[in-house]
């Protein structure tokens, strides 16, 4: 199992940034996945996860109405869509899969069975 996440870079604030995470050695489509990110000193926060099967989505409320989380099943790909970027969104950013769990309230919540390596998005002037 591996996930590979890429797309991250420096963006003024208001700006756009879409991350993408390709996922190898099991189908996206049968799993929790999601977007995790981190400051330094702080803990590791669920950002938005989509739920097996039938894609239902949550977002944590520092990103609702600004981040939107899909997925390609045919790339076995997983995005993050980010608008409006704030540099409270600075972070790295991981995403993460649980392979049993489908539920994306949980995935968020309660953390991966498989995480991606970061990257780096910086949101400043």
């Known amino acids: 199992v591996q996930l590979q996440a890429s797309g991250g870079g420096l963006v003024q604030p208001g700006g756009s940034l879409r991350l993408s995470c390709v996922a190898h050695?099991?189908?996206?489509?049968?799993?929790?996945i999601g977007w995790f990110r981190q400051v330094p000193g702080k803990e590791r926060e669920g950002v938005s996860c989509l739920s097996s099967l039938n894609d239902i989505t949550y977002d944590s409320d520092s990103v609702k109405g600004r981040f939107t989380v899909f997925r390609d099943a045919a790339a076995n790909t997983v995005y993050l869509q980010m608008d409006n970027l704030t540099p409270d969104d600075t972070a790295v950013y991981y995403c993460?899969?649980?392979?049993?769990?489908?539920?994306?309230?949980?995935?968020?919540?309660?953390?991966?069975?498989?995480w991606g390596r970061g990257t780096l998005v910086t949101v400043s002037s």
């Open positions: 050695g099991f189908t996206l489509n049968f799993s929790a």
């Open positions: 993460g899969a649980h392979l049993t769990r489908s539920s994306s309230y949980a995935l968020c919540n309660n953390g991966p069975t498989d």
